[in-house]
């Protein structure tokens, strides 16, 4: 379950910023996170640019979720591969995201309720509380087993 009436909305796009208080030292993460942000950020643009149709955002929201599938891929070979002790906790945690995901935006492309920008929100506070969080704690492992 997730709540989005908290979000506040905005009638510009809503971008975010790479910073390096989101950098987690292991460049493969951080470029892949950096994907990620860029991709929210179209997605952001493209819903807020009145000339598009809702097949651009539904086009955005795929490509976005799918590249979330590589780069979870990536972290879960890495936890693997180096026998992360969190890893239970951290995979739950992809678990959990992609299943809200997954159901905001089915219910986005069937016009039930969900709209653009609260997927967006989502994704904003999600990709950044995920980040600092959990990643960073996985981050400070691999690191200390030698991952740059």
């Known amino acids: 379950m997730f709540v989005i009436d908290a979000f506040c909305y905005w009638k510009e796009p809503m971008l975010i910023q790479w910073s390096e208080k989101l950098a987690v030292g292991i460049a493969e993460i951080d470029n892949q996170h950096q994907r990620l942000i860029a991709l929210i950020n179209e997605l952001s643009e493209i ?8 097949q651009a955002v539904e086009k955005a929201l795929d490509e976005l979720v799918s590249y979330t599938l590589y780069h979870f891929g990536t972290e879960e070979r890495l936890m693997e591969d180096y026998v992360y002790a969190d890893e239970e906790t951290h995979l739950r945690g992809h678990e959990q995201f992609l299943e809200t995901i997954t159901q905001m935006v089915e219910n986005f492309s069937e016009n039930e309720a969900v709209t653009a920008q609260q997927i967006i929100n989502y994704l904003s506070v999600w990709l950044n509380q995920h980040i600092l969080r959990t990643d960073k704690a996985l981050a400070a492992y691999l690191l200390k087993r030698g991952v740059n």
């Open 47 to 54: 819903e807020h640019d009145q000339q598009k149709e809702m």
